[in-house]
């Protein structure tokens, strides 16, 4: 277990809000006369910046989708199993929402972006071989 104490906790934790020390330290309860030089002496602290790092990890993981993920959702687009909620005029300026499915362009989008993936598409052509370049060193004006 990292060996930090409560208040010292407390700034890591409001550090992890908006990465300002400063701002940290007084939430922490830290003097606002030196929570400048509190928080920044606070961050050089090895126990504290590897449980600051830890969490980091942590939010990382949970708020960032991986490869396999997206992967996931775009394949459920392209076969249409995804469906997304639009507003339908139904009279006299009411609307209600309604579950549609995808449209064809957003399903063909997820495709594209699958195929790229995998390479499926080509654009760029590879021409190998030599091309034999001169340099002269005297030009001749006319």
Request: proline residues 1%; contains cysteine.
């Amino acid at each position: 277990m990292i060996a930090v104490n409560r208040k010292q906790k407390k700034f890591a934790d409001e550090y992890l809000i908006d990465c300002n020390a400063t701002q940290a330290a007084i939430r922490a309860g830290y003097s606002p006369k030196t929570a400048k030089q509190v928080g920044q002496r606070l961050l050089t602290n090895v126990d504290l910046s590897t449980y600051i790092e830890q969490q980091l990890e942590q939010i990382h993981n949970e708020k960032t989708a991986d490869a396999q993920e997206v992967l996931e959702y775009l394949t459920a687009v392209m076969r249409g199993e995804h469906t997304e909620q639009a507003l339908r005029l139904v009279g006299e300026g009411i609307q209600t929402i309604d579950t549609m499915e995808v449209s064809a362009k957003d399903r063909l989008k997820a495709a594209e972006l699958i195929g790229k993936r995998y390479g499926m598409f080509k654009d760029n052509v590879n021409v190998a071989g030599s091309i034999p370049v001169v340099i002269a060193d005297d030009l001749e004006t006319d």
